[in-house]
């Protein structure tokens, strides 16, 4: 009989931020395949024991780890190790021990593992089929940093980052049976840099739950001002999130309330460290931390916002915005990956003045904002159920019903 092993950076549940979001629904989708081991870390005891009560009832087998690496010791081991330093701020004992004993019961017969930094878990031999989901392209968002900031030692513990992890995801990428992405843009660049072809490279796009994101659902009103609010949403402890609403408040949003001075902007999202908190200060400016619930704050907007200056893979915050049929404003890269048309499902505006201006149109004009809206909400119903999406995990695998 088929058992999975399913190795997780983060312990999926609750699914309140992007990478857990898509891990919960991968081990939803493997668990109607077979029986499923689950092996991850969380952050917090708080976060594993959170996990722990939901799901050791749906699971084979459950170990959730708590990681205790900082960062400035994970960067002088990798260092002296010569390894990417995301690996060693993954890396725990237990949980090492935990799978290398799973793994000798001789029970287990395919592995799913999720996140680039869960491959070090992988045994060096295995008889069945694996899969490695790494989501994103993780060097080249470290690529990326080193290009945008140029302040040592920032950018050459970026740049040491980006080769260490290049080289390794490359080597995973060749000893696994499949690599997995989360669009087609992320597979393409990874064929490209590792020089792996479409066999065993292939894309599994994010999904969205229209049923759980849906308009017509009652929510308790969470904004009392008055004036066109736009919102956006993440873990803002995330450093592309902090860069964002930085940008947005100090080059975008005074656009915006020069010719509509009651404007509002709400930041919305756990963890906000105090560069965010301290825009708050700012008038029209809200930032709430961490909310029960995002859905409420998205009902509220009159346009959500997401001015990434970096951004890799599809973003969930986009897709549960216009499944909430809200009128959407994106950079491009923010918006690189979703199947949606400028102009129709959402807006994609490059620069502070063409973002400031499409905000601008959707404020003064409420029903042609909420015609787009709609027709994003037609679009995540047609385009991007779970279902749908996680449906080729049967096949990689070899176990389709």
């Known amino acids: 009989m088929a058992e999975i092993l399913f190795l997780v950076h983060r312990a999926p549940w609750p699914p309140d931020r992007g990478d857990r979001i898509r891990s919960w629904h991968m081990f939803e989708a493997l668990a109607k395949l077979a029986p499923v081991h689950v092996a991850a870390l969380a952050d917090t005891e708080a976060d594993a024991a959170v996990a722990r009560a939901k799901m050791a009832p749906l ?18 081991q990798a260092v002296l190790r010569g390894e990417p330093v995301s690996n060693r701020l993954f890396r725990n004992a237990a949980l090492a ?20 930094q869960m491959a070090q878990y992988l045994p060096a031999r295995f008889d069945g089929p694996v899969i490695m989901d790494f989501v994103d392209v993780d060097s080249a968002k470290f ?7 140029k302040r040592q030692p920032l950018n050459w513990v970026h740049a040491r980052e980006a080769k260490k992890l290049a080289a390794f995801e490359a080597d995973v990428a060749r000893r696994v049976d499949a690599s997995l992405f989360v669009s087609e843009a992320e597979a393409a660049l990874f064929r490209e840099r590792s ?30 001002g008055e004036g066109p609010l736009a919102v956006f949403t993440g873990q803002m402890d995330y450093r592309p999130n902090i860069d964002a609403v930085q940008w947005f408040v100090a080059d975008i949003f005074p656009l915006i309330r020069k010719a509509r001075p009651g404007a509002r902007f709400a930041i ?23 909310v029960p619930d995002v859905r409420p704050w998205l009902a509220a907007a009159d346009a959500v916002v997401a001015p990434l200056l ?32 400028d102009g129709e499902h959402l807006l994609v505006a490059e620069d502070a003045t063409a973002m400031a201006a499409a905000i601008g149109r959707l404020f003064d004009d409420p029903a042609a904002a909420a015609t787009m809206g709609k027709a994003a909400r037609a679009r995540m119903i047609a385009r991007y159920g779970w279902d749908a999406r996680l449906a080729p995990l049967g096949a990689l695998l070899g176990l389709d019903a």
């Not at 072809?197 to 994101?213: K, L, M, S």
């Not at 308009?215 to 904004?223: Q, S, T």
């Open 59 to 76: 699971c084979k087998s459950l170990c959730i780890e708590v990681r205790k690496v900082s960062r400035p010791a994970a960067l002088a």
């Open 97 to 116: 021990e935990h799978v290398g004993a799973l793994l000798a019961l001789g029970t287990v017969t395919h592995i799913v593992a999720f996140s680039g």
């Open 143 to 149: 690529a990326t940093y080193a290009e945008q900031d």
């Open 195 to 224: 020089g792996l072809g479409g066999d065993i490279v292939f894309a599994v796009e994010n999904g969205i739950d229209t049923d759980r994101f849906d308009p017509a659902l009652a929510f308790d009103r969470v904004d009392e």
């Open 268 to 290: 919305v999202g756990r963890a906000p460290p105090e560069e965010v908190r301290a825009l708050a200060a700012l008038p029209g400016v809200t930032v709430t931390g961490e």
């Open 310 to 341: 970096l951004a890799r893979g599809v973003q969930n915050k986009l897709l549960e915005a216009m499944a909430m049929a809200r009128p959407v404003v994106a950079s491009a890269a923010a918006a690189t990956g979703i199947d949606a048309v």
